[in-house]
């Protein structure tokens, strides 16, 4: 078998699609709550501590100089991270949970009885048609 022939088989395989479709949504779902923290609740939590921008927070290491920039320590930028992962972290419990629920009602909802043999059926009707002529 030809290896390009192999990769065809393996990137067609249904597991490879879901996952290159699950991780294209997850990338643009990253960048939505990323929008939601940074535009949305950091502002009014910043507030809420004294007017505090999370992204602006530093610590200068080294001072600008002749030769080059400053060094900053930007720990704000990674509290900020930190909040982008909290809230996709509940979002996608929030999913799975979801998920889950929905297949344990799907399990758990009864079967409909399944259709007797059709002799069954035919001897069930001469058996009334029996019945009805005594």
């Known amino acids: 078998m030809s290896m390009m022939k192999e990769f065809k088989e393996f990137a067609m395989k249904g597991n490879v699609v879901d996952l290159a479709v699950g991780i294209i949504i997850g990338g643009a779902f990253g960048k939505i709550v990323s929008s939601l923290v940074g535009d949305v609740l950091m502002p009014p939590l910043g507030i ?18 002749p030769a080059g920039g400053e060094v900053l320590l930007r720990y704000g ?16 419990f ?9 297949q344990r009602k799907k399990a758990e909802a009864p079967a409909a009885p399944a259709a007797p043999p059709k002799q069954e059926v035919l001897l069930t009707e001469i058996r009334d048609i029996l019945k009805s002529q005594r």
């Open 77 to 92: 930028a990674f509290v900020q991270t930190l909040f982008d992962f909290a809230i996709i972290a509940l979002a996608v």
């Open 94 to 102: 929030l999913v799975v949970k979801g998920v889950i629920a929905m």
């Open 48 to 65: 809420l501590i004294g007017g505090v921008n999370f992204t602006s927070l530093a610590v200068t290491l080294k001072e600008a100089g």
